[in-house]
């Protein structure tokens, strides 16, 4: 059974950068067929896809976030990051790591999500 951990403060200033880590369990983030993605949903509104990094270690990005978000692994830990700069009360969030299964063109596996709240 796959399971991700998102990780990270659940407060940060404005203007500073916000930075989550999901750590899996039960599969390897190296392993064919699979995206690990951050996902968030703002209060009151619907889910929104951050970005991708691949089984290669390629990335992908949203275009409304490409140019504030970053996203890197550490295969020896099995943990895949997130790291938004710059963000403002809008970013305020719960944020949701994600597996992406190409055979099924869907998600399969998600973490429970952290509340991540921008305010000073």
């Known amino acids: 059974q796959v399971q991700l951990q998102e990780s990270g403060p659940g407060l940060v200033k404005p203007s500073q950068t916000l930075s989550l880590t999901c750590t899996v369990s039960?599969?390897?983030?190296?392993?064919?067929?699979?995206?690990w993605s951050w996902i968030r949903q703002p209060p009151g509104k619907g889910l929104e896809w951050m970005g991708d990094?691949?089984?290669?270690?390629?990335?992908y990005y949203s275009p409304f976030l490409e140019s504030r978000t970053s996203i890197s692994r550490d295969t020896s830990l099995n943990q895949f990051s997130l790291h938004l700069s710059s963000v403002t009360p809008e970013d305020t969030a719960v944020y949701y790591c994600?597996?992406?299964?190409?055979?099924?063109?869907?998600?399969?596996?998600w973490g429970q999500g952290t509340q991540v709240t921008v305010s000073s």
């Open positions: 990094i691949l089984y290669n270690g390629n990335t």
């Open positions: 994600a597996r992406f299964y190409y055979d099924y063109e869907s998600y399969d596996y």
């Open positions: 039960g599969g390897s983030i190296r392993t064919n067929y699979y995206a």
